[in-house]
């Protein structure tokens, strides 16, 4: 038992599992039913539900955004990315004589996708080819990305009535929230592309060192573009999905932040932003505990407005908690209360 609590310690996931355990049981505290859950017309409500399906978004941002960090990357053009796919589906739904018709939907949700994998390729273009820093090239679509996407909707704020399309973000199968099925899918997607096949070991070598991989006969160029370019999927399918919920495209302020978020949830996950090993599953980790501090913010009663306050307050906690300074002072400290009972047993 000691040893199982000993690995369990060590883990990159215990300390945000002990933080997302906290924040449930502070909720639990301040509302009784957190817990509970209904059954409405056969779908499922409540607060648990509320937060994996208002997480969905970060979540399937953040699982992109792994993959690109495990390069040694960062792609700050997410929100524009979302932004951006969500102007353009509203634009096509609106200019359509029928947005309630599922093959109208489609059509819209396929161009949006298209266009944000062109905008993955090129991010990666300015990353692979032109060897720009990370931060640098994906800051420019992150500058541009709103501004595209305001032209696209004109400066307004467009508002579609479209029951198909609105099933994305509101919408339930089965009696689950249509956005977790979304969420589930991508990261099955993405945990069984690095798993079975050698794409996660290529990613970890180039994060780790990309000269030595690009020696061994790892095309480098190629996979930086396979990682933005699947980046900027999640983001667009992220941005649908925001979109859907509100029915409205808002140029400014959809997805706003997200990217701050998904970063926050990869390195709450244990994920080190300077490449090489991640964790598909310590990013989902990280991306419920971002999920359950807002909720926590609200049920609490604390003011939205200092919400990136305990944001920040929560991520500083668990990152200091998982540095290895800490770790090793954590170590040394149970090795001096070991010793100390061992002496304790000698001596009686």
């Known amino acids: 038992m000691t040893a199982l609590l000993a690995r369990l310690a060590a883990s990159r996931l215990f300390w945000p599992l002990v933080m997302l355990a906290v924040l449930l049981i502070i909720d639990v505290i301040a509302v009784p039913g957190f817990f509970s859950i209904t059954v409405r017309d056969g779908n499922l409500y409540g607060s648990l539900i509320d937060i994996l399906r208002n997480g969905a978004p970060t979540l399937i941002v953040a699982i992109g955004m792994t993959l690109v960090i495990a390069t040694r990357g960062i792609d700050l053009s997410v929100g524009a990315v979302a932004a951006i796919s969500g102007a353009v589906a509203c634009s096509i739904l609106l200019g359509s004589p029928d947005p309630g018709n599922p093959a109208t939907v489609a059509v819209a949700i396929v161009v949006a996708l298209l266009i944000s994998l062109v905008l993955g390729v090129w991010n990666g273009f300015l990353v692979a080819v032109l060897g720009i820093q990370p931060i ?170 200092a919400t990136m306050v305990f944001k920040a307050a929560v991520v500083t906690i668990v990152c200091l908690l998982q540095s290895p300074t800490t770790n090793q002072a954590l170590s040394s400290f149970r090795r001096s209360l070991a010793v100390r009972a061992g002496k304790g047993v000698a001596s009686a």
Do not use: H
């Open 136 to 305: 640098i090239a994906t800051l420019i679509l992150m500058t541009a990305g709103r501004g595209v996407a305001m032209l696209i909707t004109e400066g307004q704020i467009l508002t579609v009535t479209s029951p198909p399309f609105k099933a994305l973000g509101s919408g339930f199968w089965l009696g689950i929230p249509i956005a977790v099925y979304i969420a589930a899918f991508v990261f099955a997607l993405a945990a069984t592309l690095t798993r079975r096949t050698a794409l996660g070991m290529m990613i970890e070598s180039v994060g780790i060192n990309p000269e030595a991989s690009r020696q061994a006969g790892i095309r480098a160029r190629g996979l930086l573009f396979v990682v933005y370019t699947f980046s900027a999927v999640c983001a667009a399918v992220a941005g649908l999905i925001l979109t859907a919920n509100t029915m409205a495209a808002d140029a400014n302020n959809a997805a706003l932040f997200i990217e701050l978020d998904a970063i926050l949830a990869v390195v709450i996950g244990g994920t080190s932003l300077a490449g090489g090993r991640y964790s598909l599953v310590g990013t989902l980790v990280g991306a419920l505990v971002i999920q359950t501090l807002v909720t926590t913010v609200y049920t609490v009663g604390i003011p939205p407005i």
